[in-house]
């Protein structure tokens, strides 16, 4: 199967902002306030994607093994930034505790998928550890924003319980577990119905690229289920990981809540 790629023009590119303009109507005439981000995140789109196109051929060119791992680390790094954005805590100091967990849990991940699964030679081989790797980031970032501003809201509404727990001679990990099961489970949902949906609700990314790129589709679909299947690993390990840190950091050295 090999199929010629449809070259999109950048003025098509450019009208598709058409439907976003549409959104911003709505948000208007709703009063949803939502015409700001809209803007933004339609400006930061196109910025953003056009610098990494320009990066990526800069990287896939040179072929190096450390110029890889520093922009994988670095997408690390503003993936960490964005879940500090995103969750209201502030008083906790999580952000170098995360970035640790996402940064061991994905590296470990990504190089296990890569020599194992895929196979690649070498392992480092930029068209597949960048994709693959950002997939992976992309898909936990999301979870332990979830997993996280719910484990803080959750020990805020039931601050009387973890604490009425810790004074009859629990300990932090017992008097906050049913906390943090909920927050991990939060965190999973999105992941656990994108395995219960794909293929009937959605042809997922990937595997739409490659079958637009000329890909078997059988082949496309081995990918895809191996991709859907890390993704909810990776989810799972790196949530819990950060917020096992995390829950250590939401009490004092003497067991009393930090919040």
């Not at 930061?44 to 056009?50: E, H, N, P, Y």
């Not at 790797?133 to 970032?141: E, Q, T, V």
């Not at 004074?167 to 008097?175: H, M, T």
């Amino acid at each position: 199967m090999s199929e010629q790629i449809i070259n999109i023009t950048w003025f098509n590119v450019v009208l598709t902002s058409l439907l976003v303009l549409g959104a911003g109507i709505c948000s208007v005439y709703l009063k949803l306030h939502l015409e700001k981000e809209l803007v933004v995140g339609t400006i930061r789109t196109f910025i953003q994607l056009f610098l990494l196109g320009y990066v990526l051929n800069i990287i896939f060119s040179l072929n190096n093994p450390l110029v890889i791992l520093l922009m994988f680390s670095f997408m690390i790094l503003f993936a960490a930034r964005i879940i500090t954005g995103r969750v209201k805590e502030r008083r906790i100091p999580y952000f170098l505790p995360v970035l640790g967990s996402m940064f061991l849990s994905y590296m470990i991940i990504n190089f296990f998928v890569m020599s194992v699964i895929v196979q690649v030679k070498p392992w480092y081989k930029p068209i597949y550890f960048i994709p693959i790797g950002g997939m992976i980031i992309g898909n936990s970032m999301n979870a332990l924003s979830i997993s996280m501003n719910s484990w803080f809201e959750g020990l805020k509404k039931e601050r009387d319980r973890v604490e009425l727990y810790l004074s009859l001679g629990a300990n932090p990990v017992e008097s906050s577990r049913s906390n943090f099961t909920d927050a991990v489970k939060s965190g999973m949902i999105p992941s656990i119905n994108a395995l219960m949906s794909v293929g009937i609700v959605s042809i997922p990314g990937m595997m739409t690229g490659q079958i637009l790129a000329g890909v078997d589709p059988l082949i496309a679909i081995k990918y895809q289920i191996v991709i859907m299947l890390l993704l909810v690993g990776s989810t799972a390990i790196s949530t819990v990981f950060a917020l096992h840190i995390v829950r250590k950091m939401s009490f004092t050295p003497n067991e009393q809540l930090n919040l």
